[in-house]
């Protein structure tokens, strides 16, 4: 029986431990017409097979033998980091226990679930059902493929408004565009009607991410502890709470967030990431050690795996004695390295791991020669956070009497100059140098200078002497390269244009110093801070 004209071209995965389960359901999807079908038995293998290639269809029982990870866990975390196209039918085969999990799972992701026992009509009616739920909503897709996010966000709004049928999900995609095009105020609008017709978790955490992107710090943690008081298990809610807490420099409560996250989803491999490299940041060695080992066995070949994970292992086999270990380690990046030679991220850690090998092997002269083309860098348009980290942890292990104190704290206090430029990032440096108090005293101090300088100027401009403030900054963020002083200074520009003698050259200074030392942070103490909104809903834009 054919559910569909298209469906003999289609391209199904099933994923089931059990070998009788897994053929019957591959038997009844070749039955029904499906041209294609693959079948897997472990939910890594899964994973890789829908990085490499988009599926039509996925079968995936709920429960897995021998895994900490469900098949809901696989959807959620394929979902979350962009790797599973809305175009895929993704149904979840459950039994009673699970029953009501992924019914709820299912009405909010667009995607259907089978009862055990089921027939083959049974599948053949809900596989034909999602198929015509994506293509009644196919205008919405094909705009986000061109970018057209204003086109697509109004067909959701439409839809929404009007209660047509699919009406809630398009809510939910409607609200993400927004957030996404920084309408923050017209998507909590969204959230809170969905919230407060539906009582809906996803619509109740929106509201708090709205806040947050809105730069309402204090409302949005209420808006999320709220969420987590009603819903102590919602794991994307922790995930909202431990961004919060990363980006106000807030490590020791962020690590206990993602403890919290990962052991109500242990196979998720980006929230063992995050917990794993937080320990690190946090001196909990032991802990580091086991988070990021079994970040290592369940995901070194999936695209969510980041090389940071094998850097700062490294570092735990170098403070271990662990020579065999750190050689594991080292060889893993220089793999990185060969399938991504232009990276200089990933050079970055390879010449780190090497000089931490050279340490083992006191070979402390050779070691301090690698570090110092380490930190040749700083100066450099391009040079972020995460290597100022690399640079400050692996200072912090050499040897004291072979590396020259002045030398050393010259680099620091040029790192923490111009990386200074808020709590949050100021915490992560001073993480990264916490093997010596002496400089951890110092990147703070520096914090304290930065501070300084950007009171003064905005003295100046508070006094009616607005040029004189914007000079100020200018000069200080070209001498130190701190973001912080160079954006206030574009800032301070454009609310005093009007008063501004030579307002036009001051701008363009200011535009062309942020062109080259005002990236954004990318990663902060291993959590990500671009792609995916924390809690949210993936689009494929």
């Excluded at 890594?44 to 900490?68: K, M, T, W």
């Excluded at 809900?126 to 109004?154: N, P, S, Y």
């Excluded at 980006?247 to 917990?275: F, K, M, N, V, W």
């Amino acid at each position: 029986m054919m559910i569909d004209r298209d469906i003999d071209q289609a391209q199904a995965l099933v994923i089931d431990s059990n070998p009788t389960s897994r053929s019957v359901m591959a038997a009844q999807l070749r039955d029904l017409g499906v041209g294609h079908v693959k079948q897997t038995g472990r939910v890594n293998e899964a994973r890789l097979a829908l990085e490499q290639r988009p599926y039509d269809i996925v079968l995936c029982d709920y429960h897995f033998e021998g895994s900490d990870m469900s098949g809901q866990d696989l959807l959620d975390e394929l979902r979350r980091e962009n790797l599973l196209p809305y175009s895929t039918v993704f149904i979840m085969v459950t039994g009673e226990a699970t029953y009501a999990t992924v019914v709820e799972a299912a009405e909010a992701a667009l995607d259907s679930y089978l009862l055990k026992p089921y027939t083959a009509s049974a599948l053949g009616e809900r596989l034909g059902e999602a198929r015509r739920r994506k293509r009644v909503l196919a205008d919405i897709f094909e705009a986000m493929e061109q970018q057209q996010l204003g086109t697509a966000a109004k067909i959701c709004l439409r839809r929404f408004q009007g209660r047509e049928s699919y009406w809630l999900f398009c809510a939910r995609v409607a609200a993400e565009l927004l957030l996404k095009m920084d309408q923050h105020e017209q998507a909590r609008k969204v959230y809170e009607v969905v919230a407060q017709e539906k009582g809906i978790p996803w619509a109740k955490l929106g509201i708090a991410r709205a806040q947050f992107a809105a730069g309402e710090v204090s409302p949005a943690r209420r808006s999320v502890e709220a969420v987590l008081r009603e819903s102590p298990e919602h794991a994307d809610a922790y995930d909202v709470l431990g961004r919060i807490q990363v980006d106000q420099g807030e490590l020791a409560q962020a690590l206990t967030t993602y403890r919290i996250a990962s052991q109500l989803t242990p196979g998720c491999l980006l929230r063992l990431q995050h917990c794993g490299t937080l320990a690190f940041y946090q001196g909990e060695r032991d802990e580091a050690i086991r988070m990021l080992e079994r970040v290592i066995a369940m995901g070194l070949k999936s695209k969510l795996f980041d090389a940071l994970t094998l850097m700062l292992m490294a570092f735990l086999r170098h403070d271990t004695g662990d020579t065999k270990a750190l050689v594991i380690a080292h060889d893993y990046i220089k793999k990185f390295v060969e399938r991504h030679p232009e990276s200089k991220r990933l050079k970055r850690m390879e010449l780190t791991a090497n000089a931490l090998r050279l340490l083992l092997a006191r070979q402390p002269e050779q070691a301090l020669a690698l570090a110092r083309e380490l930190a040749e860098g700083i100066a450099a348009d391009n040079f972020d956070v995460e290597g100022s980290n690399l640079v400050l942890a692996l200072w912090t292990r050499l040897p004291e009497a072979h590396v020259p104190h002045e030398e050393l704290e010259a680099l620091v206090r040029q790192i923490a100059l111009r990386f200074c430029v808020s709590k949050a990032v100021t915490e992560v440096l001073v993480a990264s140098a916490q093997r010596s108090e002496r400089l951890v005293t110092l990147i703070r101090s520096c914090q304290s200078e930065i501070t300084t300088i950007a009171e003064e100027a905005m003295a100046h401009s508070v006094r009616g002497k607005p040029r004189s403030a914007v000079e100020s900054l200018l000069r200080q963020g070209t001498d130190t390269r701190n973001a912080k002083l160079i954006e206030m200074a574009g800032l301070v520009v454009r609310r005093h244009a009007d008063t501004i003698e030579g307002r036009d050259a001051l701008m363009a200074e200011a535009t062309q110093l942020q062109q080259r030392f005002c990236q954004p942070v990318t990663h902060l103490a291993g959590v990500r801070r671009t792609g995916r909104s924390p809690g949210g809903l993936v689009l494929r834009t």
